[in-house]
């Protein structure tokens, strides 16, 4: 069996990956090629291009990069025509993968989304376009399920691949040791994996973290940067700044379990905040034109998924194009200063964590996959 998967995110080639391990326990010899990054790359698929390398958002960002995107494109229907997948697997990132999408449906191909684009929340008329090439969408949300069922989508609820990674997750001991050792209470920040939103939401989380060590002198921050080059800009942002503050790459896990409460971009992440039950305050800095577009466009109460999965603001939410850090210190001084108040916000957190952070999505997924793709060549066949 050849599958070829494309994921454009950090969090896509996560998921990615998870996906290929589950297949390729279930079935060794299976061919998986496609688009992603290195962590799809190290689970065993043979990359066409890193394309997680071209996580970009922003209208004029897309703009520069669209002879690549073409370029990519062509270089799947390329391989769709001549080496015949017996499916394609795409994965979130829907500016680009929709576009594969149409391609392999008019080749014959069949066409599986692992994690799909949230058109529930914006570009709701998009999802005529997966209704008519997708042969089934694979759902990782309860509300998400039944939103593509209404519209005439066929569709396979598996539940939310992040709580695959969660459930297994090894935290370096030595390092929350050696944190656990120092004085203070810790606020953890989480700018963002994309190099936009770390540029856009950092100053506003340093003017923050600023305010709440006046008020709070015990307090010390850890940011969680995604990458060294986010690091060595972060490092930047804070040089100067008379604060307890450290700067680390690639712990978010050890972050978040460290931390009493947390500023975080908008993103997955809430589901992993939700997961270690940390109250978290979810910003998200745009440009004015971008703020007002998406809120005539997005057609949601809330924006963060541990809010959508709640129907409540479980985790107070910050989209604003200025400066809002008055409003996120008032919600942390509250769970800093209210032990009662913080310790029933956490019990919240975790009722809700124990109804939906359940692994087992990956597994669900390979095995409708394999099942779902065999199927169809006995027909074809």
């Known amino acids: 069996m050849k599958l070829f998967l494309s994921a454009g995110e950090p969090s896509g080639d996560l998921h990615g990956a998870n996906l290929i391990r589950s297949l390729r326990t279930r079935l060794p010899l299976i061919q998986i090629r496609g688009f992603g990054g ?31 995107f073409f370029r990519l494109a062509d270089l799947a229907e390329n391989h769709f025509r001549y080496e015949k997948p017996d499916a394609l697997v795409l994965i979130d990132y829907p500016g680009f993968n929709f ?3 149409r391609r392999a449906h008019a080749l014959g191909i069949p066409v599986y989304y692992f ?12 999802v005529r376009q997966v209704r008519k090439w997708c042969s089934c969408v694979l759902t990782a949300l309860p509300f998400e399920d039944d939103w593509y ?3 005439g989508v066929t569709t396979e609820y598996i539940g939310h691949p ?4 969660l459930a297994h997750q090894q935290l370096d001991c030595d390092f929350l040791a050696q944190q656990q050792s120092q004085s203070g209470r810790i606020v953890g920040l989480l700018p963002g994996s994309r190099d936009q939103e770390v540029s856009a939401n950092f100053a506003m989380m340093l003017e923050a973290a600023k305010r709440i060590h006046s008020n709070c002198p015990d307090t010390r921050f850890l940011v969680a940067a995604f990458n060294q080059r986010h690091a060595s800009d ?3 942002f804070v040089q100067g700044h008379r604060l307890p503050i450290e700067i680390h790459t690639g712990r978010t896990p050890e972050v978040i379990q460290l931390s009493t409460a947390c500023i975080a971009v908008s993103g997955s992440v809430s589901l992993e905040l939700m997961f270690r ?8 800095r745009m440009a004015p034109l971008a703020l007002w577009l998406a809120r005539r466009l ?5 924006f963060t998924l541990v809010n959508l999965l709640a129907n409540e603001e479980i985790f107070p939410e910050i989209a604003t194009s200025c400066d809002e850090s008055e409003r996120i210190v008032a919600h942390l001084m509250d769970w800093l200063t209210d032990p009662v108040g913080y310790t029933r916000l956490v019990n919240q957190i975790c009722q809700l964590r124990d109804r939906f952070a359940r692994p087992g999505a990956c597994a669900h997924a390979a095995d409708f996959l394999l099942r779902s793709v065999q199927m169809k060549r006995q027909h074809a066949a």
């Open 38 to 68: 290195p962590r799809m790359e190290a689970a065993g698929a043979q990359l066409n291009y890193h394309l997680t390398e071209f996580a970009v958002m922003g209208f004029s960002r897309v703009i520069r990069h669209l002879p690549t």
């Open 99 to 101: 576009h594969l999408g």
């Open 115 to 126: 994690v799909p684009p949230q058109l529930w929340a914006w570009r709701r008329g998009r």
């Open 149 to 151: 069922r209404q519209h």
């Open 162 to 165: 992040y709580f695959d990674e």
């Open 234 to 236: 972060l490092a930047q």
């Open 277 to 284: 039950a940390k109250p978290t305050v979810i910003v998200y």
């Open 298 to 302: 997005v057609k949601l109460r809330y």
